[in-house]
């Protein structure tokens, strides 16, 4: 596929699947599943991710949902829904942020509804969106950024092979209020070719 120089015209998957999961862009329709899954996990996500608040009505994830798939047509940010490939069920968000499409350079980013945790979606989400940046959209550079404190989403990007290249001091704000560090963690090409040679 050759790339085009303009970012709205990439045709990109409509879908990438692994074992387990589904991952596609947010369409029409899933605000409801995203509802659910943000009324179960509330409590739980709500110190690192601020937008669980604004979820405060099924319609307000309709229109989410569909203000995050008018961003992925235009490849502003690409947002996406992580399924279960077997049952469909909605199990968290994923997707490209902060995107340099000039380099080009991403940022995978990730939740995980609280009943659907500890059983390797997120690693085997993260994974399909490392393969999609490298194989598809030829990455120069691909991060994960952590909040300090977030365990269990620090062990993702090194259960996958990134690198933990910086921890900057006092970078982000959590929802408490509390300041934290930010790490700071990537892949390039040749890390990535040597994983999958491996």
Request: charged share 25%; aromatic share 10%.
């Amino acid at each position: 596929m050759t790339a085009s120089p303009k970012p709205i015209l990439r045709e990109l998957p409509a879908e990438i699947t692994s074992e387990r999961v589904l991952i596609r862009p947010y369409r029409a329709g899933d605000g409801a599943a995203l509802w659910e899954a943000v009324a179960e996990s509330r409590e739980h996500i709500k110190p690192w991710l601020p937008w669980g608040d604004l979820h405060k009505t099924p319609e307000d994830s309709e229109i989410f949902v569909r203000m995050m798939h008018a961003k992925w047509l235009t490849r502003e940010d690409m947002p996406m829904g992580i399924w279960d490939l077997s049952s469909g069920r909605y199990l968290g968000g994923t997707g490209l942020h902060r995107i340099n499409w000039d380099v080009p350079c991403f940022e995978i980013g990730y939740w995980l509804r609280k009943s659907a945790e500890g059983h390797g979606y997120i690693s085997e989400a993260s994974w399909l969106l490392t393969q999609m940046c490298f194989e598809t959209l030829h990455a120069q550079r691909v991060e994960i950024h952590v909040a300090g404190g977030n365990v269990r989403s620090a062990a993702v990007p090194l259960r996958l092979g990134f690198i933990h290249e910086a921890t900057l001091r006092n970078k982000t704000k959590i929802t408490t209020g509390e300041v934290r560090d930010m790490l700071i963690f990537s892949m390039i090409p040749e890390e990535y070719a040597a994983k999958t040679a491996g």
